[in-house]
């Protein structure tokens, strides 16, 4: 079956840099794009972009351009997102998320049907 | 960048009446790139309905989806008790893709 699975919770100084992993598993990886969201405490849901597990190709959300870096590794099926010049606004929890169509060269957007189970980064001093 | 707008903030409904959950855009959203999920506590979001009208898969026929243009609408025709959740619309036909504030559904 298909699953996301992330690294466990981080504790970060102001300043510092977070990478969280997320090893996927039950599907081809190179096949699906994957996505970051993130989840401040008690609030909504927030996009910060994409990576093309099979070129490495990324799309950031502008907010979190120049701050963030989305890679992948493809021996082991897993994708990394890791976020830089952290700040107290950065708690949060993040997630992976697949999305749900097939990469192809004209495959349109699609939503995300398999997600991880979150991981929280706090940011403290 | 396009925001969504749910309503209510907050539902209080009991086990077996029907939830009308609404979601407006800020600009017109193609109605082949909108999405609704669920969100439990301490859990990941759960695509529900996809391409505003269709059922992801697993999920039971109580859910359903309308809309079109800038109005999205989600239906719940008969609560069960693990409806009561956070749900959250979302477009994805133009970056960055963006998510409503959420509607808690809570037990009246």
């Known amino acids: 079956q298909v699953q996301l699975v992330q690294s466990g919770a981080a504790v970060e100084r102001p300043g510092a840099s977070v990478r969280v992993s997320c090893k996927t598993s039950?599907?081809?990886?190179?096949?699906?794009?994957v996505h970051w969201v993130r989840q401040a405490p008690g609030q909504g849901l927030e996009w910060l972009g994409w990576?093309?597990?099979?070129?490495?190709?990324?799309t950031f959300a502008q907010k979190f351009q120049g701050r963030v870096t989305m890679t992948r590794d493809t021996s082991t099926d897993t994708a990394y997102m890791e976020l830089n010049r952290l700040s107290f606004d950065d708690t949060s929890v993040y997630y992976c998320?697949?999305?749900?169509?097939?990469?192809?060269?004209?495959?349109?957007?699609?939503?995300?049907?398999?997600w991880g189970q979150g991981t929280l980064v706090t940011v403290s001093s | 960048e396009i925001v969504l707008t749910q309503s209510p903030g907050t539902l209080y409904l009991s086990p077996g009446e029907r939830a009308t959950l609404s979601c407006r855009a800020s600009?017109?959203?193609?109605?082949?790139?909108f999405a609704w999920y669920r969100q439990k506590p301490g859990q990941a979001p759960r695509l529900l309905i996809y391409?505003?009208?269709n059922r992801a898969s697993g999920i039971p026929d109580r859910f359903s989806g309308s809309g079109s243009g800038t109005d999205f609408i989600l239906t719940i025709s008969r609560l069960e008790p693990e409806d009561f959740a956070v749900y959250y619309c979302?477009?994805?036909?133009?970056?960055?893709?963006?998510f409503g504030q959420g509607t808690k559904l809570q037990i009246k």
């Open positions: 998320a697949r999305e749900r169509g097939l990469i192809t060269a004209r495959s349109p957007p699609e939503p995300f049907d398999y």
């Open positions: 039950g599907y081809s990886f190179t096949s699906y794009y």
């Open positions: 990576i093309n597990p099979n070129t490495g190709g990324t």
């Open positions: 600009q017109s959203v193609s109605s082949s790139h």
């Open positions: 391409a505003a009208s």
């Open positions: 979302q477009q994805y036909g133009s970056s960055p893709r963006t």
